[in-house]
């Protein structure tokens, strides 16, 4: 064991109690109302890592602060890592469902419990104590760190362009680490080359001017919820293809050995079913799981609202109904070329009886990160190291919005060595994450700040 490891070991309950604090405070991003303890948590992370011996700041921005910290100990010689995390969690409702508070942390089986456990928190925290350990046994990093983590990952990162794009000499670096994405299975590493984006759309359907009697003008004026359940059912076939024209044009096909190397993955559909606790899977016609989640495009209702839905009956025909509706992208799909697109069909496909309006409300764009560079190697070995396992090379289809920018504005390759797992409930009730992929994680990262 190296004295990193002790120092790892040694240190472990201390780790935990701190973890608490962090995953205390509700930094919900999306939730105005969290505004203070967002800005909060942006502090007490920013001072956390003053503790350790790295500089570090909050920076304001039309939303929500950034995080930025660097080390530069290492030398101009010494290579230049950027970590990137968020510090933001999703809302929690619905919170009767959880078992213990959202923000008031608990272990069990094994498991740490709470909003932003495993996104991202959790990940984000052990890169710190990686970092801390170093520094506490050896007084110095092996190269030099700069760490941004931002507070809108959960809202679609929208500041965070602007950030970068003011900030490149200071961002500039060899390459990018970002942990915020599962390992394929418990005990099995992966390192993850490609992730999905997203095109969210809100859209609404007008009727008449105001809520009516459904009984004095039911069957004579459009309903909007009708009319809304009719359009969205147009957007998808039988055969789960999504109908927009165009929305393929662009679909990059994965190549022979991509799905070979899928196939070659330890996956049981049957325990897939059965730990969602549904009777089938369900997907695109030909697909295997993995290839439905990792490489092919999606469109799904996040939430429909319009009408009565409070208790007991109410006869109206309502004035309005919505619907947020998002698609999930992959390579060389462009998330604004598709919003462009969806707006045009879901217009055409309106009846003349409704007035329609659409607007988007975030989008990533996809990416694949290169297979084969410095970091990649230095995290492959890293994985092995904790693991005893060498990774495999996955997609996953999840979106971090920044992704595409490390490469388009920082020229840096981007390394995606995450430590959660799929089934960690991430974006709902009781999130966690599991403490041997904390540990590991901590081994790991230490590992790959010493082989980059
Ligand atoms: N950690 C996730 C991204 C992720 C999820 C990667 C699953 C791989 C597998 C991230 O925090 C996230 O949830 N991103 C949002 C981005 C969106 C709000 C623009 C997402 O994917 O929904
Ligand atoms: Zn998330």
């Known amino acids: 064991m190296t004295a990193i490891e002790r120092y790892l070991e040694e240190n472990y309950d201390r780790f935990l109690a701190e973890l608490f604090e962090f995953l205390s405070i509700p930094s919900v991003s999306a939730a105005p109302e969290h505004n203070a303890d967002t800005r ?51 809302p929690v409702d619905p ?31 052990l890169h710190i104590k990686a970092l801390e350990a170093h520094l506490k046994t050896t007084g110095s990093l092996p190269v030099n760190v700069k760490l941004l983590i931002e507070g809108e990952e959960e809202v679609g990162s929208n500041n965070l362009e602007r950030f970068i794009a003011e900030n490149t000499d200071t961002l500039l670096c060899d390459c990018v680490l970002i942990s915020d994405t599962p390992i394929f299975a418990p005990g099995i590493p992966s390192l993850v080359y490609g992730l999905r984006g997203l095109c969210y759309m809100e859209v609404t359907v007008t009727g008449p001017n105001r809520d009516l009697h459904s009984g004095a003008f039911g069957g004579a004026v459009e309903n909007p919820i009708n009319a809304l359940c009719a359009m969205i059912a147009r957007l998808k076939d039988a055969y789960g293809r999504i109908t927009i024209p165009g929305f393929y044009d662009d679909v990059r096909l994965l190549s022979p050995e991509e799905q070979a190397e899928f196939a070659r993955l330890p996956f049981s559909q049957q325990n897939y079913n059965s730990g969602l606790n549904i009777p089938a899977e369900f997907g695109e016609f030909g697909y295997t799981t993995n290839e439905r989640v990792w490489a092919r495009p999606t469109l799904d209702v996040n939430g429909i609202y319009g009408g009565y839905t409070g208790e007991g009956a109410k006869t109206v025909l309502p004035s309005k109904a919505s619907a947020k509706i998002s698609m999930r992208l ?40 290169p297979r084969e560079s410095r970091g990649m190697n230095a995290a ?52 966690h994450f599991l403490l041997d992929n904390f540990k590991k994680g901590m081994t790991a990262t230490a590992m790959f700040y010493k082989l980059v």
């Not at 992959?330 to 919003?339: E, F, L, R």
């Not at 904790?386 to 390759?413: M, N, Q, W």
Request: glycine share 10%; hydrophobic share 35%.
């Open 95 to 125: 919170l009767d469902l959880w078992t213990n508070p959202p923000f008031g942390p608990v272990i069990r089986d094994g498991n740490i419990y709470a909003r932003g456990a495993t996104d991202d928190k959790g990940q984000v925290f």
């Open 40 to 90: 909060r948590c942006a502090e007490w992370l920013a001072a956390h890592i003053n503790g350790i011996g790295i500089k570090a700041e909050t920076h304001e921005t039309a939303g929500h602060p950034i995080v930025y910290g660097e080390w530069n100990g290492a030398g101009a010689d010494a290579p230049t890592v950027l970590f990137y995390g968020h510090y933001d969690v999703q």
């Open 330 to 369: 992959v390579p060389d799909q462009d998330n604004s070329d598709i919003a462009r697109k969806f707006e045009r069909y879901f217009r055409s496909i309106a009846p003349p009886t409704v007035t329609v309006n659409v607007t988007e409300l975030h989008g990533a764009n996809p990416v694949i990160t």
């Open 380 to 431: 492959t070995q890293a994985l092995e190291y904790a693991y005893g396992k060498k990774p495999f090379h996955v997609r996953e289809g999840g979106s971090i919005p920044v992704c595409l920018l490390f490469d388009t504005i920082l020229h840096a390759p981007t390394v995606l060595m995450g430590f959660g797992l799929s089934d960690e409930n991430a974006h709902s009730p009781d999130e």
